[in-house]
Protein backbone atom coordinates (compact mmCIF):
# COMPACT_ATOMS: atom_id res chain seq x y z
CA UNK A 1 0.00 0.00 0.00
CA UNK A 2 1.40 3.66 -1.06
CA UNK A 3 2.45 5.46 2.53
CA UNK A 4 0.10 8.35 1.99
CA UNK A 5 -2.94 5.49 2.10
CA UNK A 6 -1.02 3.29 4.54
CA UNK A 7 -1.18 6.78 6.85
CA UNK A 8 -4.58 7.36 6.56
CA UNK A 9 -5.54 3.75 7.56
CA UNK A 10 -3.37 3.82 10.17
CA UNK A 11 -4.26 6.90 11.83
CA UNK A 12 -7.95 6.36 11.84
CA UNK A 13 -8.52 8.89 9.41
CA UNK A 14 -11.76 7.84 8.02
CA UNK A 15 -13.05 8.23 11.73
CA UNK A 16 -12.22 11.66 11.92
CA UNK A 17 -13.14 12.86 8.40
CA UNK A 18 -16.91 11.07 8.63
CA UNK A 19 -17.15 12.47 12.56
CA UNK A 20 -16.22 16.03 11.08
CA UNK A 21 -18.54 15.34 7.96
CA UNK A 22 -21.31 14.52 10.31
CA UNK A 23 -21.05 17.52 12.43
CA UNK A 24 -21.03 19.96 9.37
CA UNK A 25 -23.68 18.63 7.72
CA UNK A 26 -25.63 18.21 10.86
CA UNK A 27 -25.11 21.83 11.80
CA UNK A 28 -25.78 22.86 8.41
CA UNK A 29 -28.89 20.78 7.44
CA UNK A 30 -30.08 18.43 9.91
CA UNK A 31 -33.04 17.37 7.45
CA UNK A 32 -31.24 16.15 5.03
CA UNK A 33 -28.51 14.42 7.51
CA UNK A 34 -31.64 12.80 9.74
CA UNK A 35 -33.27 11.63 6.10
CA UNK A 36 -29.81 9.84 4.84
CA UNK A 37 -29.09 8.16 8.31
CA UNK A 38 -32.82 6.76 8.28
CA UNK A 39 -32.69 5.08 5.20
CA UNK A 40 -34.52 1.97 5.60
CA UNK A 41 -32.65 -0.20 3.98
CA UNK A 42 -35.12 -2.88 4.13
CA UNK A 43 -37.80 -0.92 1.71
CA UNK A 44 -34.55 -0.96 -0.97
CA UNK A 45 -35.31 -4.37 -1.76
CA UNK A 46 -39.12 -4.28 -1.63
CA UNK A 47 -39.66 -5.41 2.06
CA UNK A 48 -40.91 -2.29 4.42
CA UNK A 49 -40.64 -2.88 7.80
CA UNK A 50 -41.75 -0.06 10.01
CA UNK A 51 -40.61 3.64 9.88
CA UNK A 52 -37.20 4.32 11.73
CA UNK A 53 -36.96 6.70 14.27
CA UNK A 54 -36.59 10.03 12.87
CA UNK A 55 -35.61 13.61 14.28
CA UNK A 56 -38.18 16.31 13.99
CA UNK A 57 -35.90 19.40 13.21
CA UNK A 58 -38.92 21.85 13.74
CA UNK A 59 -39.59 20.31 17.58
CA UNK A 60 -35.81 19.34 18.43
CA UNK A 61 -37.74 15.70 19.34
CA UNK A 62 -37.51 11.79 18.13
CA UNK A 63 -40.34 11.02 16.83
CA UNK A 64 -42.22 7.39 15.31
CA UNK A 65 -44.18 6.44 12.82
CA UNK A 66 -46.02 3.81 14.55
CA UNK A 67 -45.21 1.06 16.87
CA UNK A 68 -43.68 -2.38 16.35
CA UNK A 69 -40.00 -3.15 15.82
CA UNK A 70 -37.74 -0.47 13.82
CA UNK A 71 -36.59 -0.58 10.33
CA UNK A 72 -32.92 -1.37 9.62
CA UNK A 73 -32.00 1.93 8.95
CA UNK A 74 -28.44 2.77 7.69
CA UNK A 75 -27.51 3.76 11.27
CA UNK A 76 -28.61 0.42 12.95
CA UNK A 77 -27.36 -1.55 10.24
CA UNK A 78 -23.24 0.39 10.72
CA UNK A 79 -24.24 0.28 14.61
CA UNK A 80 -25.61 -3.04 15.32
CA UNK A 81 -24.01 -4.83 12.37
CA UNK A 82 -20.89 -3.15 10.95
CA UNK A 83 -19.92 -2.52 14.53
CA UNK A 84 -19.83 -6.03 15.27
CA UNK A 85 -16.44 -6.71 13.50
CA UNK A 86 -15.02 -3.67 15.35
CA UNK A 87 -15.94 -5.55 18.37
CA UNK A 88 -14.69 -8.72 17.68
CA UNK A 89 -11.29 -6.91 17.09
CA UNK A 90 -11.77 -5.46 20.68
CA UNK A 91 -12.46 -9.44 21.96
CA UNK A 92 -9.59 -10.85 20.06
CA UNK A 93 -7.83 -8.12 21.66
CA UNK A 94 -8.72 -8.88 25.04
CA UNK A 95 -8.18 -12.84 24.47
CA UNK A 96 -4.91 -12.81 22.88
CA UNK A 97 -3.77 -10.62 25.72
CA UNK A 98 -4.09 -13.80 28.04
CA UNK A 99 -2.20 -16.47 26.35
CA UNK A 100 0.96 -17.10 27.65
CA UNK A 101 3.06 -13.52 26.59
CA UNK A 102 0.06 -11.47 26.67
CA UNK A 103 0.01 -7.82 28.87
CA UNK A 104 -2.61 -10.02 30.89
CA UNK A 105 -1.45 -13.33 31.33
CA UNK A 106 0.99 -12.89 34.37
CA UNK A 107 -0.89 -11.77 37.00
CA UNK A 108 2.07 -10.11 39.03
CA UNK A 109 2.77 -7.88 35.98
CA UNK A 110 -0.75 -6.90 35.12
CA UNK A 111 -1.97 -6.12 38.92
CA UNK A 112 -0.90 -2.38 39.02
CA UNK A 113 -2.19 -1.81 35.63
CA UNK A 114 -5.35 -3.81 36.59
CA UNK A 115 -5.73 -1.36 39.53
CA UNK A 116 -5.30 1.28 37.34
CA UNK A 117 -7.93 0.05 34.81
CA UNK A 118 -10.28 -0.08 37.95
CA UNK A 119 -9.63 3.46 38.90
CA UNK A 120 -10.21 4.74 35.39
CA UNK A 121 -13.61 3.16 35.65
CA UNK A 122 -14.59 4.20 39.13
CA UNK A 123 -13.36 7.59 39.00
CA UNK A 124 -15.25 8.90 35.67
CA UNK A 125 -18.43 7.02 36.76
CA UNK A 126 -18.33 8.29 40.27
CA UNK A 127 -17.54 11.88 39.08
CA UNK A 128 -20.15 11.96 36.50
CA UNK A 129 -22.83 9.90 39.17
CA UNK A 130 -21.91 12.52 41.81
CA UNK A 131 -22.32 15.66 39.52
CA UNK A 132 -25.47 14.09 37.82
CA UNK A 133 -26.45 13.71 41.29
CA UNK A 134 -27.37 17.77 41.35
CA UNK A 135 -29.01 18.05 37.83
CA UNK A 136 -32.59 18.23 37.27
CA UNK A 137 -32.69 15.94 34.83
CA UNK A 138 -32.47 11.92 36.20
CA UNK A 139 -32.39 10.78 33.16
CA UNK A 140 -28.42 11.33 32.61
CA UNK A 141 -27.52 9.27 35.59
CA UNK A 142 -27.96 6.36 33.19
CA UNK A 143 -25.24 7.70 31.04
CA UNK A 144 -22.55 6.85 33.73
CA UNK A 145 -20.60 4.53 31.59
CA UNK A 146 -20.37 6.63 28.87
CA UNK A 147 -16.80 8.74 30.34
CA UNK A 148 -15.12 5.14 31.50
CA UNK A 149 -14.23 4.32 27.76
CA UNK A 150 -10.65 4.19 26.47
CA UNK A 151 -9.99 5.06 22.73
CA UNK A 152 -7.38 2.50 22.30
CA UNK A 153 -6.29 3.88 18.60
CA UNK A 154 -6.24 7.49 19.66
CA UNK A 155 -4.48 6.67 22.89
CA UNK A 156 -1.79 4.58 21.44
CA UNK A 157 -0.99 7.26 18.60
CA UNK A 158 -1.26 10.29 21.19
CA UNK A 159 1.15 8.48 23.73
CA UNK A 160 3.78 7.39 20.86
CA UNK A 161 3.69 11.12 20.16
CA UNK A 162 4.14 12.26 23.78
CA UNK A 163 6.38 9.35 25.04
CA UNK A 164 8.30 8.38 22.22
CA UNK A 165 8.02 4.70 21.14
CA UNK A 166 9.64 2.19 23.46
CA UNK A 167 8.88 3.73 26.77
CA UNK A 168 7.50 1.68 29.32
CA UNK A 169 4.21 4.06 29.84
CA UNK A 170 2.77 3.11 26.44
CA UNK A 171 3.05 -0.49 27.11
CA UNK A 172 1.07 0.25 30.42
CA UNK A 173 -1.39 2.95 28.34
CA UNK A 174 -2.00 -0.63 26.42
CA UNK A 175 -2.67 -2.71 29.00
CA UNK A 176 -4.68 -0.64 30.54
CA UNK A 177 -6.67 0.20 27.34
CA UNK A 178 -6.89 -3.50 26.44
CA UNK A 179 -8.81 -4.25 30.20
CA UNK A 180 -10.84 -1.12 29.67
CA UNK A 181 -11.96 -2.46 27.23
CA UNK A 182 -12.50 -5.89 28.27
CA UNK A 183 -14.68 -4.51 30.78
CA UNK A 184 -16.33 -2.18 28.28
CA UNK A 185 -18.24 -4.90 26.21
CA UNK A 186 -19.52 -6.69 30.02
CA UNK A 187 -20.79 -2.94 30.48
CA UNK A 188 -22.41 -2.95 27.21
CA UNK A 189 -23.80 -6.49 27.58
CA UNK A 190 -25.09 -6.08 31.59
CA UNK A 191 -26.01 -2.58 31.83
CA UNK A 192 -27.32 -1.31 28.21
CA UNK A 193 -29.27 -4.15 26.69
CA UNK A 194 -31.26 -3.59 23.59
CA UNK A 195 -34.58 -4.76 25.27
CA UNK A 196 -36.10 -7.34 27.38
CA UNK A 197 -33.63 -10.20 27.86
CA UNK A 198 -34.87 -13.44 26.08
CA UNK A 199 -32.35 -16.08 28.22
CA UNK A 200 -33.53 -18.86 25.76
CA UNK A 201 -31.53 -17.29 22.67
CA UNK A 202 -28.21 -17.92 24.36
CA UNK A 203 -28.97 -21.44 23.85
CA UNK A 204 -28.06 -20.80 20.37
CA UNK A 205 -25.15 -18.64 21.21
CA UNK A 206 -23.87 -22.07 22.99
CA UNK A 207 -24.87 -23.86 19.84
CA UNK A 208 -22.17 -21.30 17.58
CA UNK A 209 -19.73 -21.84 20.04
CA UNK A 210 -20.33 -26.00 19.55
CA UNK A 211 -20.02 -25.48 16.04
CA UNK A 212 -17.09 -23.44 16.14
CA UNK A 213 -15.13 -26.25 18.35
CA UNK A 214 -16.50 -28.73 16.12
CA UNK A 215 -14.99 -26.94 12.95
CA UNK A 216 -11.59 -26.38 14.81
CA UNK A 217 -11.58 -29.67 15.45
CA UNK A 218 -11.74 -30.66 11.59
CA UNK A 219 -8.74 -28.16 11.20
CA UNK A 220 -11.31 -25.81 9.07
CA UNK A 221 -9.01 -23.16 8.74
CA UNK A 222 -10.13 -20.54 6.95
CA UNK A 223 -12.16 -17.87 8.93
CA UNK A 224 -14.94 -17.23 6.24
CA UNK A 225 -16.50 -20.65 7.91
CA UNK A 226 -16.34 -19.53 11.18
CA UNK A 227 -17.55 -15.82 10.46
CA UNK A 228 -20.37 -16.81 8.32
CA UNK A 229 -21.77 -19.77 10.07
CA UNK A 230 -21.20 -19.94 13.45
CA UNK A 231 -20.78 -15.88 13.66
CA UNK A 232 -24.08 -15.04 12.10
CA UNK A 233 -25.86 -17.60 14.29
CA UNK A 234 -24.16 -15.92 17.13
CA UNK A 235 -24.91 -12.47 16.08
CA UNK A 236 -28.54 -13.44 15.76
CA UNK A 237 -28.84 -15.02 19.39
CA UNK A 238 -26.97 -11.80 20.74
CA UNK A 239 -30.03 -9.46 18.60
CA UNK A 240 -32.77 -12.06 19.72
CA UNK A 241 -31.83 -12.45 23.55
CA UNK A 242 -31.66 -8.60 24.04
CA UNK A 243 -27.89 -7.97 23.73
CA UNK A 244 -26.51 -5.40 22.01
CA UNK A 245 -25.96 -6.92 19.05
CA UNK A 246 -22.68 -5.29 18.25
CA UNK A 247 -21.10 -7.90 20.80
CA UNK A 248 -22.46 -10.82 18.98
CA UNK A 249 -19.44 -12.06 17.10
CA UNK A 250 -17.37 -11.81 20.85
CA UNK A 251 -18.21 -15.05 21.22
CA UNK A 252 -16.50 -16.79 18.39
CA UNK A 253 -13.44 -15.54 18.91
CA UNK A 254 -11.71 -17.92 20.94
CA UNK A 255 -13.14 -20.58 19.14
CA UNK A 256 -11.09 -19.72 15.91
CA UNK A 257 -7.70 -21.39 15.59
CA UNK A 258 -5.33 -19.28 16.73
CA UNK A 259 -1.54 -18.97 17.91
CA UNK A 260 -0.65 -20.42 21.66
CA UNK A 261 1.05 -16.94 22.53
CA UNK A 262 0.84 -13.33 21.96
CA UNK A 263 3.31 -11.08 20.69
CA UNK A 264 1.64 -7.67 21.92
CA UNK A 265 -1.22 -5.56 20.58
CA UNK A 266 0.06 -3.43 17.55
CA UNK A 267 3.35 -6.01 17.49
CA UNK A 268 4.25 -6.19 13.72
CA UNK A 269 5.55 -9.34 14.08
CA UNK A 270 2.14 -10.68 13.92
CA UNK A 271 1.40 -9.56 10.66
CA UNK A 272 3.86 -13.44 10.09
CA UNK A 273 1.57 -15.72 12.02
CA UNK A 274 -1.12 -17.13 9.51
CA UNK A 275 -3.48 -18.88 12.20
CA UNK A 276 -7.14 -18.26 11.41
CA UNK A 277 -7.59 -15.49 14.03
CA UNK A 278 -5.01 -13.89 12.64
CA UNK A 279 -5.89 -13.66 9.18
CA UNK A 280 -9.23 -12.83 10.65
CA UNK A 281 -7.76 -9.61 11.99
CA UNK A 282 -4.97 -9.03 9.09
CA UNK A 283 -8.17 -8.84 6.93
CA UNK A 284 -10.45 -6.81 8.56
CA UNK A 285 -8.13 -4.37 9.68
CA UNK A 286 -8.45 -2.20 6.70
CA UNK A 287 -12.44 -2.71 6.63
CA UNK A 288 -12.75 -2.13 9.95
CA UNK A 289 -11.41 1.34 9.47
CA UNK A 290 -13.56 2.33 6.83
CA UNK A 291 -16.36 0.84 9.56
CA UNK A 292 -15.29 3.33 11.98
CA UNK A 293 -15.63 6.48 9.03
CA UNK A 294 -19.19 5.23 8.45
CA UNK A 295 -19.68 5.35 12.46
CA UNK A 296 -18.60 8.42 13.19
CA UNK A 297 -20.85 9.67 9.75
CA UNK A 298 -24.55 8.24 10.83
CA UNK A 299 -23.62 8.64 14.84
CA UNK A 300 -21.39 12.28 15.17
CA UNK A 301 -24.16 14.34 13.55
CA UNK A 302 -24.81 16.25 16.74
CA UNK A 303 -25.98 20.14 16.78
CA UNK A 304 -23.26 22.80 18.25
CA UNK A 305 -26.13 24.12 20.09
CA UNK A 306 -26.40 20.45 22.00
CA UNK A 307 -24.07 21.50 24.58
CA UNK A 308 -25.47 20.99 27.55
CA UNK A 309 -25.42 19.76 30.65
CA UNK A 310 -24.72 16.21 29.98
CA UNK A 311 -21.55 17.73 27.66
CA UNK A 312 -19.85 18.50 30.77
CA UNK A 313 -20.74 15.69 32.53
CA UNK A 314 -18.99 13.52 30.12
CA UNK A 315 -16.26 16.24 29.96
CA UNK A 316 -15.74 15.96 33.64
CA UNK A 317 -16.15 12.24 33.85
CA UNK A 318 -13.20 11.88 31.19
CA UNK A 319 -10.80 14.86 31.83
CA UNK A 320 -11.19 15.02 35.57
CA UNK A 321 -12.34 11.17 36.38
CA UNK A 322 -9.92 9.03 34.89
CA UNK A 323 -6.41 11.00 35.13
CA UNK A 324 -8.07 11.11 38.85
CA UNK A 325 -8.95 7.21 38.84
CA UNK A 326 -5.79 6.05 37.17
CA UNK A 327 -3.32 8.13 39.68
CA UNK A 328 -4.88 7.37 42.86
CA UNK A 329 -5.46 3.41 42.26
CA UNK A 330 -1.91 3.56 41.19
CA UNK A 331 -0.70 4.84 43.80
CA UNK A 332 -2.78 2.72 46.04
CA UNK A 333 -1.68 -0.33 44.12
CA UNK A 334 1.90 0.67 45.51
CA UNK A 335 1.30 1.78 48.96
CA UNK A 336 -1.49 -0.22 49.71
CA UNK A 337 -0.81 -3.95 47.90
CA UNK A 338 2.92 -2.80 47.74
CA UNK A 339 2.67 -3.98 43.98
CA UNK A 340 5.53 -2.38 41.63
CA UNK A 341 5.46 0.65 39.31
CA UNK A 342 7.17 -0.61 35.83
CA UNK A 343 10.67 0.41 35.68
CA UNK A 344 11.44 3.87 33.93
CA UNK A 345 7.70 5.45 35.06
CA UNK A 346 7.15 7.78 37.69
CA UNK A 347 3.67 9.74 38.95
CA UNK A 348 4.41 12.35 36.14
CA UNK A 349 4.13 9.47 33.47
CA UNK A 350 1.18 7.84 35.48
CA UNK A 351 -0.78 11.10 35.48
CA UNK A 352 -0.08 12.03 31.71
CA UNK A 353 -1.16 8.67 30.56
CA UNK A 354 -4.75 8.91 32.29
CA UNK A 355 -5.17 12.51 30.78
CA UNK A 356 -4.63 10.62 27.63
CA UNK A 357 -6.85 7.84 28.41
CA UNK A 358 -9.22 10.34 28.66
CA UNK A 359 -9.75 10.65 24.69
CA UNK A 360 -13.30 8.24 24.70
CA UNK A 361 -14.16 9.30 21.66
CA UNK A 362 -15.11 6.16 18.86
CA UNK A 363 -16.60 3.65 22.47
CA UNK A 364 -17.90 6.82 24.31
CA UNK A 365 -19.43 7.88 21.24
CA UNK A 366 -21.08 4.20 20.79
CA UNK A 367 -21.80 3.95 24.74
CA UNK A 368 -23.75 7.24 24.33
CA UNK A 369 -25.60 5.87 21.42
CA UNK A 370 -26.35 2.31 23.97
CA UNK A 371 -26.99 4.42 26.86
CA UNK A 372 -29.80 6.89 25.19
CA UNK A 373 -31.53 5.21 22.49
CA UNK A 374 -33.42 7.31 20.33
CA UNK A 375 -36.73 5.68 20.72
CA UNK A 376 -36.80 6.08 24.41
CA UNK A 377 -35.16 9.64 24.88
CA UNK A 378 -35.09 13.02 23.50
CA UNK A 379 -32.26 14.06 20.62
CA UNK A 380 -31.79 17.00 22.78
CA UNK A 381 -30.41 14.59 25.67
CA UNK A 382 -28.50 12.55 23.17
CA UNK A 383 -27.07 15.28 21.60
CA UNK A 384 -25.55 16.95 24.54
CA UNK A 385 -23.56 13.36 25.76
CA UNK A 386 -22.35 12.81 22.42
CA UNK A 387 -21.21 16.12 22.34
CA UNK A 388 -18.74 15.52 25.23
CA UNK A 389 -17.95 11.99 23.80
CA UNK A 390 -16.65 13.72 20.55
CA UNK A 391 -15.12 16.68 22.92
CA UNK A 392 -12.91 14.02 24.52
CA UNK A 393 -10.46 14.55 22.09
CA UNK A 394 -9.32 17.72 23.96
CA UNK A 395 -7.96 15.43 26.39
CA UNK A 396 -5.25 14.90 23.98
CA UNK A 397 -4.21 18.71 23.67
CA UNK A 398 -4.45 18.15 27.61
CA UNK A 399 -1.91 15.56 27.95
CA UNK A 400 0.35 17.53 25.79
CA UNK A 401 0.38 20.60 27.77
CA UNK A 402 0.69 18.33 31.21
CA UNK A 403 3.72 16.79 29.97
CA UNK A 404 5.33 19.87 28.69
CA UNK A 405 4.63 21.56 32.28
CA UNK A 406 5.96 18.53 33.71
CA UNK A 407 8.86 17.96 31.55
CA UNK A 408 8.44 14.83 29.70
CA UNK A 409 9.66 14.45 26.15
CA UNK A 410 9.91 11.49 23.67
CA UNK A 411 12.25 8.98 24.47
CA UNK A 412 13.08 10.36 27.32
CA UNK A 413 12.35 9.59 31.09
CA UNK A 414 14.43 11.75 33.12
CA UNK A 415 13.37 12.77 36.33
CA UNK A 416 13.18 16.68 36.02
CA UNK A 417 13.41 16.87 39.72
CA UNK A 418 16.71 14.74 40.02
CA UNK A 419 18.20 15.08 36.95
CA UNK A 420 18.73 11.26 37.07
CA UNK A 421 17.70 9.52 33.88
CA UNK A 422 15.23 6.43 34.27
CA UNK A 423 15.47 3.50 32.33
CA UNK A 424 13.55 3.99 29.18
Known amino acids: MPRPLRLVFENSIFLIAGALTALIW ?96 VGPAGLY ?49 IADDAAGLIILAVFYPQGEIQPQWFLLTLLAVGICFMFRQRRVQSFWWYLLIP ?37 RSELHRNDTLNEFAQWWKNPIEIILGLFGLVNAGVAFSGVGTGTWLVLFGLLVGKPLGITVFTWLAEKAFKLEVPAGMSYRHILTLGMIAGIGFTVALFVSEAAFPAAQYSAELRDAVKMGALASFGAAGLAFAIARLLGIRPGSSADPATGEAEIP
Not at 51 to 78: K, N, R, Y
Not at 153 to 167: D, E, M, N, P, Q
Not at 242 to 262: K, Q, S
Open 129 to 177: LLAAGFSSDGDLTRGWAIPCATDIAFSYLFARWIFGSGHPAIAFLLLLA
Open 26 to 121: ANTDRESYDQFIGIDLAALWGDHAEPAVTHDAASGEDAHAGGGHHAMTLQVFVNDVLMALFFAIAGMEVWESLLPGGALSNPRKAATPLLATLGGI
Open 231 to 267: GVMSWWSFHSAGIHAALGLVPIIPCMPHAHTDLGIFA
